[in-house]
């Protein structure tokens, strides 16, 4: 109530000396201008009674002191709530900051870093796709089983696969899949401890696509709470071109004069 006293002569000292009217004046129609050093010499005698608080000679100081909601005892009280506020908003935009800085959309990867990452997770990534290469080959008897993140995939010539999302590749990109775990054909069966060093898959990235929605739905029955969620996840689709490091055997084509012979003899008989 001290505080507030002082403030409200201070108030009407201040627009009896400014202006002829006292009723139209108030502390906010103050420009720095009209705060002469004698003004504020006068200021300073009016206000220096102990129960007063002390003004400085910044305005700002009059907007501090009108605009605090709660009433203080002394000035020490209201400068470290201020104090406090300010380490508040402080630590408030640190925080703030170091979730932007932690968002991986906005992180940029340098070279080695994107081929570090391709190869924990299991490829290589070679280059675009060239008119001269040819994709769809002939099938071989031959087979092998990958591993792609943390799936495994047993994928042969020209089947096509969906994994999970690859990163760092585009469309119609030539992939090498490095984890190779087994390969086997007809005569041989390498089975590698844990991964084959010499086998290597090729592979090229045809789309990146989106799954099948799947819905999530929680309940807790008696406390009015439902949620439902939609996710899909996000696949890349894969085109096995060719397998290396196991003996191919050679496939004889059927000529088709062996198969008109074949069927006169099953006739005859």
């Given at each position: 109530?001290?505080?507030?006293?002082?403030?409200?002569?201070?108030?009407?000292?201040?627009?009896?000396?400014?202006?002829?009217n006292p009723s139209l004046c108030s502390l906010n129609s103050i420009s720095p201008q009209t705060l002469t050093p004698a003004l504020l010499n006068s200021i300073n005698t009016l206000t220096s009674s102990p129960k007063c608080p002390q003004v400085s000679t910044k305005i700002s100081s009059f907007h501090r002191h009108f605009s605090s909601k709660r009433p203080?005892?002394?000035?020490?009280?209201?400068?470290?709530?201020?104090?406090?506020?300010?380490?508040?908003?402080?630590?408030?935009?640190?925080?703030?900051?170091g979730l932007e800085s932690n968002s991986e959309p906005g992180r940029e990867y340098t070279p080695e870093e994107?081929?570090?990452?391709?190869?924990?997770?299991?490829?290589?990534?070679?280059?675009?796709?060239q008119k001269s290469d040819r994709v769809f080959?002939?099938?071989?008897?031959?087979?092998?089983?990958?591993?792609?993140?943390?799936?495994q995939f047993k994928v042969s010539n020209g089947d096509s696969i969906f994994v999970e999302k690859l990163k760092f590749c585009e469309v119609n990109d030539k992939l090498i899949l490095n984890k190779v775990l087994l390969l086997g054909s007809k005569t041989q069966t390498i089975i590698g401890r844990p991964i084959l060093p010499d086998a290597a898959v090729h592979a090229v990235v045809e789309e990146h696509a989106l799954d099948a929605k799947v819905l999530i739905f929680k309940k807790k029955r008696r406390k009015n709470y439902r949620r439902t969620r939609g996710h899909r996840q996000e696949l890349t689709k894969l085109r096995i071109t060719d397998i290396q490091g196991v003996e191919k055997p050679e496939v004889a084509p059927i000529l088709k004069t062996e198969k008109k012979d074949a069927k006169k003899v099953a006739v005859a008989a």
């Open positions: 109530m001290a505080n507030r006293r002082c403030l409200q002569t201070l108030t009407r000292h201040l627009s009896y000396l400014l202006s002829p203080s005892n002394s000035d020490e009280e209201e400068e470290d709530e201020s104090e406090d506020e300010t380490d508040y908003d402080d630590d408030g935009d640190d925080d703030v900051e994107k081929e570090h990452e391709a190869a924990e997770i299991g490829y290589k990534v070679i280059g675009p796709l080959k002939p099938y071989e008897p031959v087979y092998a089983v990958i591993q792609i993140g943390s799936h």
